[in-house]
T-cell receptor, first 114, second 112 residues
């Protein structure tokens, strides 16, 4: 009965490289949320996806960031041409439905940009 | 727009002492309110939630929170803190079909 799985736990990239963060939601969950946690700050919503659809991406930076949740496989948060300011912990959460009843969070991916 | 404030950035209490973490929110309708706890290097764990009904809600690990609509608050309490409670605590607000908004968090330190 695995929870929300995120990998990798730690990701180091040099400026200009691409970062791909993966999130496998809990079994049976079709709603995925991505959050970013910057040092000394709270969680900031980035994007909300259902299978094959982006429902709300109001928190996503307009450039370099994209997310997908394909019919098969994990949700992917992709950051192109990373910059030092992208260094943060990225958390994924999943829920069974859209009623905000309960989010289950993964342990996060710590992205470090050198 | 919805928002959440947690006025205390860092709180230190002695083990066995009582605890109250403050949370104030701004939301246009009846909110769904949550408290999450984050241990170092870990994801978030739901402590408790309020949707409707009794304004005093009980959660896991001995925590409780009280929803006060007149004060737009949802403060988290625990009568006797344990050393293992040291962590970061996040208050969050959401609504039907809306995304969660998290507060900036309150770091709790527990002295032996």
């Amino acid at each position: 009965n695995a929870g929300v799985m995120q990998n990798p736990r730690h990701l180091v990239r040099r400026r200009g490289q691409e970062a791909r963060l993966r999130c496998s939601p809990m079994k049976g969950h079709s709603h995925v949320y991505w959050y970013r946690q910057l040092p000394e700050e709270g969680l900031k919503f980035m994007v909300y996806l259902q299978k094959e659809n982006i429902i709300d991406e109001s928190g996503m930076p307009k450039e370099r960031f994209s997310a997908e949740f394909p019919k098969e496989g994990p949700s992917i948060l992709r950051i192109q041409q990373v910059v030092r300011g992208d260094s943060a912990a990225y958390f994924c959460a999943s829920s069974l439905g859209a009623e905000n009843e309960k989010l289950f969070f993964g342990s996060g991916t710590q992205l470090s940009v050198l | 727009a919805q928002s959440v404030t947690q006025p205390d950035i860092h709180i230190t209490v002695s083990e066995g002492a009582s605890l109250e973490l403050r949370c104030n929110y701004s939301y246009g309708a009846t909110p769904y309110l949550f408290w999450y706890v984050q241990s170092p290097g870990q994801g978030l764990q739901l402590l408790l939630k309020y949707f409707s009904g009794d304004t005093l809600v009980q959660g896991i690990k001995g925590f409780e929170a009280e929803f006060k609509r007149s004060q737009s608050s949802f403060n988290l309490r625990k009568p006797s803190v344990h050393w293992s409670d040291a962590a970061e605590y996040f208050c969050a607000v959401g609504g039907h079909g809306q995304n969660f908004v998290f507060g900036p968090g309150t770091r709790l330190s527990v002295l032996p």
